[in-house]
Each structure stands twice: as structure tokens, then as C-alpha cells.
Nanobody, 117 residues
């Protein structure tokens, strides 16, 4: 059974940095794409960044140049380095593990990120 556990969230001042981590259990981690989503109060969950099994990345426009997604297949970990944080980055951040064939997806429980002075 796959489990995803996020960590690294917290309270940070505008302009600060945080590094989120997501630890995966189960086998075949390297065959899955990984992504970070976020959901702010009253808003829909949105894709922040994704990384394919081959290492290709994509980002939502609002975080390009500030956030970096990476993965370590040997450790079954995915990371989100967040720099130059803004108050509008405040949200619960979720890790997602997924693939299209066979169709499978798994979610973590989320970690709170609050950007405030």
C-alpha cells in the first residue's frame, strides 16, 4: 500500500524560503510522476509543480523562477524548494503520486505553509 507523508511546512516571512519533502512508501516509485498541489482557504486545489518519472518538470506560472521540484528515486522522496515566498503562497500543500497506465493516484495528508509578517 502506498503512503505519502509531507513535511517541512511552517510559518515564514515574505521573502523567506521553505523546503517541503514528501516521503513515499511502496515499490515502483521511479515509475510514477510526482506533483505538488496547494489549496488556499476558499479556493480550489491547484497544481503547483510536477516532475515526471524521467525528470521533466513543469510549474504553474505564479511560481516559475521561485519554486523548484526535484526527486530522489533511491530515497523515494520528492522535494519542493520554495524561495521568495509571498503571502499568496499561503496554503495547504499536498504531494501526489500518479501514473496513467494503469491509472493510479495517491495523495498525502498535506502540510500547512503560511507566509506572513
Amino acid at each position: 500500500q502506498v503512503q505519502l507523508v509531507e513535511s517541512g511546512g511552517g510559518l515564514v516571512k515574505p521573502g523567506g524560503s521553505l523546503r517541503l519533502s514528501c516521503a513515499a512508501s511502496g515499490s515502483a516509485f521511479g515509475m510514477f510522476s510526482m506533483a505538488w498541489f496547494r489549496q488556499a482557504p476558499g479556493k480550489m486545489r491547484e497544481l503547483v509543480a510536477a516532475i515526471s518519472s524521467g525528470g521533466s518538470t513543469n510549474y504553474v506560472d505564479s511560481v516559475k523562477g521561485r519554486f523548484t521540484i526535484s526527486r530522489d528515486n533511491a530515497k523515494k522522496m520528492v522535494y519542493l524548494q520554495m524561495n521568495s515566498l509571498k503571502p499568496e503562497d499561503t496554503a495547504v500543500y499536498y504531494c501526489k503520486m500518479y501514473r496513467g497506465f494503469p491509472p493510479q493516484e495517491y495523495w498525502g495528508q498535506g502540510t500547512q505553509v503560511t507566509v506572513s509578517s
